[in-house]
T-cell receptor
Framework: AQKITQTQPGMFVQEKEAVTLDCTYDTSDPSYGLFWYKQPSSGEMIFLIYQGSYDQQNATEGRYSLNFQKARKSANLVISASQLGDSAMYFCAMKEGFKTIFGAGTRLFVKA | GAGVSQSPSNKVTEKGKDVELRCDPISGHTALYWYRQSLGQGLEFLIYFQGNSAPDKSGLPSDRFSAERTGGSVSTLTIQRTQQEDSAVYLC?????????????????FGNGTRLTVT
């Protein structure tokens, strides 16, 4: 069964606009962590933001914020004030115990 | 080194040959992971090491795939009798583990991957 679902294969956003990348997950473990990674065309994987299952507040890191809705099992990434350099693949990941599994990714295109 | 190092960066091999991919994690990172990423796809979990032991081998696609880790550091992923469907980027990642504050949310640190092409 798919544990991490990213339903948007591709997204377009105008430069300086905000964009939301969707992620839903499935787990029965009460303790888990959710991560977002960025993969530019160079191929490197860059950690962006983390949300723990017990965290009371939504995580924020600069222009990145995570819209965590625990009851709906969703952990959407919000990028504010998009920049051309934000064009990349974005992966949502969930850590259960020591295992981290990834969604299929969303390719974001930022238009000038 | 400062980051996760993988070698070779590119490997072209003929179908049926064996290949070895190497990963040198960040010093002090006890957990090491191997993932496979096919072109334009997500990351497929292969195997996880905690120290030298592999408590989770559930992602290895077939018995042609094996991995080991020695000295709690370098890991080698071996693919025997390679097939064309093995062509992909093989990514290694490490993370720190333990009981300190913030340890549970430590992210994976990835290498740049080995691009394997089986002809």
């Amino acid at each position: 069964a798919q544990k991490i679902t990213q339903t948007q294969p591709g997204m377009f956003v105008q430069e300086k606009e905000a964009v939301t990348l969707d992620c839903t997950y499935d787990t029965s473990d009460p303790s888990y962590g959710l991560f977002w990674y960025k993969q530019p065309s160079s191929g490197e994987m860059i950690f962006l933001i983390y949300q723990g299952s017990y965290d009371q507040q939504n995580a924020t890191e600069g222009r990145y914020s995570l819209n965590f809705q625990k009851a709906r099992k969703s952990a959407n990434l919000v990028i504010s004030a998009s920049q051309l350099g934000d064009s990349a693949m974005y992966f949502c990941a969930m850590k259960e115990g020591f295992k981290t599994i990834f969604g299929a990714g969303t390719r974001l295109f930022v238009k000038a | 080194g400062a980051g996760v190092s993988q070698s070779p960066s590119n490997k072209v091999t003929e179908k049926g040959k064996d290949v070895e991919l190497r990963c040198d994690p960040i010093s002090g990172h006890t957990a090491l992971y191997w993932y496979r990423q096919s072109l334009g796809q997500g990351l497929e979990f292969l195997i996880y090491f905690q120290g030298n032991s592999a408590p989770d081998k559930s992602g290895l696609p077939s018995d042609r795939f094996s991995a080991e880790r020695t000295g709690g550091s370098v890991s080698t992923l071996t693919i025997q009798r390679t097939q064309q469907e093995d062509s992909a980027v093989y990514l290694c990642a490490s993370r720190i583990t333990g009981t300190g504050i913030g340890i549970n949310n430590s992210p994976l640190h990835f290498g740049n991957g080995t691009r394997l092409t089986v002809t």
